[in-house]
């Protein structure tokens, strides 16, 4: 059974960061592209990130380019996602997914001062 | 980038209920869409995939299809557990955007 485990949310001031992991179970991780999406409280679904399953690739949303950075780290199955300069706006609950899906339960992340 | 536009936002259904959701791209991504089931509170459940393939353990009530820019989500007899928002997603080119969502309800 895929696993899908998120941590690293919190309460961060505006202009502070945050690196939210993933960890995976379940399947072979290497595999397979990874993404991130996020959904703002009240609002709907927004993809923010996505690797390959080697890492070489990338693709990030205007909104975060330049301030979020995705990973992997595939010898321990778990995928990050460091988030700079974050704004009140990057305020969402935050999920890991396999490709397109299952997706994992997601963590909260709260930018306010 | 590819927008998505979703209609209806909101309806209203009883159970028993067939119901169709429309989702329009600005331009064309061939099969590459994918139909998520969100309750509140819960993460994005996949239902369907490259338009219309069936999710493995999702229900024979949902099917989707369409091709190019146009499709369509049915659930043909709805159920309690159903009421939730759904929303498209396209997968055929980068950024991946989704539809606004569409929130149906118990009549």
């Known amino acids: 059974e895929v696993q899908l485990l998120e941590s690293g949310g919190g309460l961060v001031q505006p202009g502070g960061s945050l690196r939210l992991s993933c960890a995976a179970s379940?399947?072979?991780?290497?595999?397979?592209?990874m993404i991130w999406a996020r959904q703002a409280p009240g609002k709907g679904l927004e993809w923010v990130s996505s690797?390959?399953?080697?890492?070489?690739?990338?693709y990030y949303a205007d909104s975060v380019k330049g301030r979020f950075t995705i990973s992997r780290d595939n010898s321990e199955n778990t995928l990050h996602l460091q988030m700079n300069s974050l704004r009140v706006e990057d305020t969402a609950v935050y999920y890991c997914?396999?490709?397109?899906?299952?997706w994992g339960q997601g963590t909260l992340v709260t930018v306010s001062s | 980038d590819i927008q998505m536009t979703q209609s209806p936002s909101s309806l209203s259904a009883s159970v028993g209920d067939r119901v169709t959701i429309t989702c329009r791209a600005s331009?064309?991504?061939?099969?590459?869409l994918a139909w998520f089931q969100q309750k509140p509170g819960k993460a994005p459940r996949s239902l369907i995939y490259a338009a219309s393939s069936l999710q493995s353990g999702v229900p024979s009530n949902f099917s989707g299809s369409g091709s190019g820019t146009d499709f369509t989500l049915t659930i043909s007899s709805l159920q309690p557990e159903d009421f939730a928002t759904y929303y498209c997603q396209q997968y055929n080119s980068f950024p991946w955007t989704f539809g606004q969502g569409t929130k149906v309800e118990i009549q």
């Open positions: 997914a396999k490709g397109l899906f299952p």
């Open positions: 379940g399947f072979t991780f290497s595999s397979y592209t």
């Open positions: 331009q064309g991504i061939t099969n590459s």
């Open positions: 690797i390959s399953g080697s890492g070489d690739r990338t």
